[in-house]
């Protein structure tokens, strides 16, 4: 479901910062070799994640939902020099893809990939982060709130990615089989209810739920 039309988001693309040469490749290469290529976070969403990793200059950062790795080398543009990026997915085929692309960028040695189940994973990692990203497995995004904000520091933000589910979150009486459906709106109301953050829905693709510590 587009929000905004197609020639407005391509004005916004054309007067927003370009992406590198390498997102270009990793984007065109996603599309061309990986299923469902439209989960990739794209040019304006991925430019969004970078001002935001500017803005907060975070030492670390947690990634929930690799894919491509597009947004995670969005995202380390605005590390701290000693920063680090923990980026978590369950789908070990991607490695290969990812490898390659990381390997290619200037954050290769700053970005930690974990395979595995996030609601294990999360819990194991003895940090605590700056900005998390959250984009993978939509039934689970409150347990993973609650499994984060702990680990979040004052100030801290979280963004979690498709929390407008293609206007689905509007159906007010969705069945027990929708459940990534379900479970965003049970996300969107337990940040709204979480006295820890102030909050922000942004129409932007998808929607983007931008959650700061207090």
């Given at each position: 479901?587009?929000?905004?039309?197609?020639?407005?988001?391509?004005?916004a693309e054309?007067?927003?910062?370009?992406?590198?040469?390498?997102?270009k490749?990793?984007?065109?290469?996603?599309?061309?070799?990986?299923?469902q290529?439209?989960?990739i976070s794209g040019?304006?969403?991925?430019r969004?994640?970078?001002?935001?990793?500017?803005?907060?200059?975070?030492?670390?950062?947690?990634?929930?939902?690799?894919?491509?790795?597009?947004?995670?080398?969005?995202?380390a543009?605005?590390?701290?020099?000693?920063g680090?990026?923990?980026?978590?997915?369950?789908?070990e085929?991607?490695?290969?893809?990812?490898?390659k692309?990381f390997?290619?960028?200037?954050?290769k040695?700053?970005?930690?990939?974990?395979?595995g189940?996030?609601?294990?994973i999360?819990?194991?990692?003895?940090?605590?982060?700056?900005?998390?990203?959250?984009?993978?497995?939509?039934?689970?995004?409150?347990?993973?709130?609650d499994?984060?904000?702990?680990?979040?520091?004052?100030?801290?933000?979280?963004?979690?990615d498709?929390?407008?589910w293609?206007?689905?979150?509007?159906?007010?009486?969705?069945?027990?089989?929708?459940?990534?459906?379900?479970?965003?709106?049970?996300?969107?109301?337990?940040?709204?209810a979480?006295k820890?953050v102030e909050?922000?829905?942004?129409?932007?693709?998808?929607?983007?739920?931008?959650c700061?510590?207090i």
């Amino acid at each position: 479901m587009d929000f905004i039309n197609y020639e407005i988001i391509q004005y916004a693309e054309s007067h927003s910062q370009k992406e590198s040469e390498l997102l270009k490749a990793l984007q065109k290469e996603t599309h061309q070799k990986i299923l469902q290529p439209r989960m990739i976070s794209g040019h304006l969403q991925g430019r969004f994640l970078s001002l935001i990793s500017h803005l907060t200059r975070p030492e670390k950062i947690l990634e929930v939902g690799t894919y491509t790795g597009y947004a995670t080398l969005c995202l380390a543009e605005g590390l701290l020099e000693n920063g680090s990026i923990h980026t978590i997915e369950i789908n070990e085929e991607l490695y290969d893809f990812q490898k390659k692309y990381f390997d290619k960028s200037s954050y290769k040695k700053q970005i930690f990939c974990h395979y595995g189940d996030a609601k294990k994973i999360i819990p194991e990692l003895d940090l605590n982060f700056d900005l998390v990203f959250i984009d993978a497995d939509k039934p689970n995004y409150s347990y993973y709130f609650d499994l984060i904000l702990p680990k979040l520091n004052s100030g801290g933000i979280i963004i979690a990615d498709n929390v407008l589910w293609s206007g689905k979150v509007l159906n007010k009486n969705p069945s027990n089989k929708e459940l990534d459906t379900l479970g965003l709106k049970n996300f969107n109301a337990k940040v709204m209810a979480e006295k820890k953050v102030e909050n922000m829905l942004i129409p932007l693709r998808d929607g983007l739920m931008i959650c700061r510590k207090i």
